[in-house]
């Protein structure tokens, strides 16, 4: 009942974000705040004119006359578009000068950390039950390590597993990213999903690849770890773990239906080179285990020959072999995920997160992923007279490859070391970047 001039004058002292969160109050509420006069007001105190276009006496801040000529011929809601595009812009200037530069050794943005925090970016997931309820759950933390950022979720309030069909993975920025600093979740967002996973019938058709006395851990593809309770079937903990290759993109550029799509590579032909496409990779590997480093280390020049190095439609490039043992490498520590709740933690003895980073002969970045994966114990045995212990192998493949890796256990000095390390990379991958036909 109370008069919409008297509505007016009290959104006439909200902020920008306040005024937003009025608008989504009722229809009346909406199209009162979209007046206007007050975002002509909030507009012109942070984007002054560079000429002046109209006059506001400062004994008269509060309202601005209808009559302004930058008021006449405007629709409803205006000002309010002008500044929200206004501000997203300047936001987006800033976190391309933050992306712009390029670490040599990854092919990566270095300054990731910065420009996720400039532009707001936080990442939720949205638990869908049989019914079409969403449960969204806010990050509790996160890691960032070289080339990926590791996001935690736990929580005492999950809902029942048997009860949910769908999660989903989306990154969220803020509307006004500079006004809606804080822990505040309720100020207007924008929502990008980046993956969506099925959950129905998780433990029937999924394989556990880890657990320990209290979890079990499942993977599903891409990046994502889910952790049950033993013998309770509900949800401990969800870890996700994305790569940095154009990871703002995939988490503010789509929407909430589509994920963003990557545009596709332009083939640059060469006549010249007989080997075009097979020479000059570089690799960046990252092992982890979502807060502590195992390995770290960039392998360069990596290459394969025409015929042998070529078979069952995959690229073979020897990054560690077995046979040059002053290449192997040692993992530091326990190889293992950590993992938390609210009141627990631990960690999977086996499993670990790895990054790859595969650049291509113009150091631009062409194989990408962050993903768990576990050990397996080998049925070989070490044939390596420096090494006398139990060999373990993790395998790794998606559409555009493959990852080998053995790894021997020191008994004695209490540590893995990799003696073997090798990428498969896919012929139609190769073909389709560079406009070859192996």
Known sequence: ???????????????????????????????????NGIWLKLYSSCFPPKRMIWKINPAETETVS????????????????????????????????????????????????????????????????????????????????????????????????????????CGVTPLLPDQNRGANTNGPRRRSLIAKYSLSNLTNTSVAIGADKLVQIFCLNPGLLLGLWKGKNEIAFVTASLHYHQLLERSTLGSVALPYVLSPNEPILDDVDPEYGLHDYHLHLDMHSGTHTCMCGTFKSLFCRKGSDIQNGYLRLTVVSVKDNAKHLPIIGTVGLSWRTDVLNGNVKGCYLMDVTVLDETRKPFWCFSAPVSMELSSKTSGLYDYMGHIYTTEYADSEGKVSVDLVWLEETEEYYVVNLVLYISTKKVNSWYGTNY
Not at 7 to 34: E, H, P, T
Not at 139 to 148: E, G, M, N, V
């Open 1 to 35: 009942s109370m008069p919409s001039e008297m509505l007016l004058k009290i959104f006439s002292y909200l902020d920008a974000v306040s005024l937003l969160c009025a608008g989504c109050v009722s229809k009346r509420f909406y199209d009162l705040a979209n007046d």
């Open 66 to 169: 209808l009559g302004c000529a930058a008021l006449q011929d405007r629709r409803p809601g205006y000002w309010k578009k002008e500044y929200i595009f206004r501000q997203i812009a300047a936001v987006k200037t800033r976190v391309m000068q933050l992306v712009k530069p390029v670490d040599p050794q990854t092919g990566l943005p270095y300054k990731n950390r910065e420009a996720i925090r400039a532009s707001g970016l936080s990442w939720i997931i949205v638990l869908k039950d049989k019914n079409g309820k969403e449960h969204v759950m806010e990050q509790a933390d996160l890691s960032f390590k070289d080339t990926s950022v590791t996001i935690f979720w736990y929580s005492a309030h999950w809902p029942c597993l048997n009860i949910l069909s769908t999660l989903e993975l």
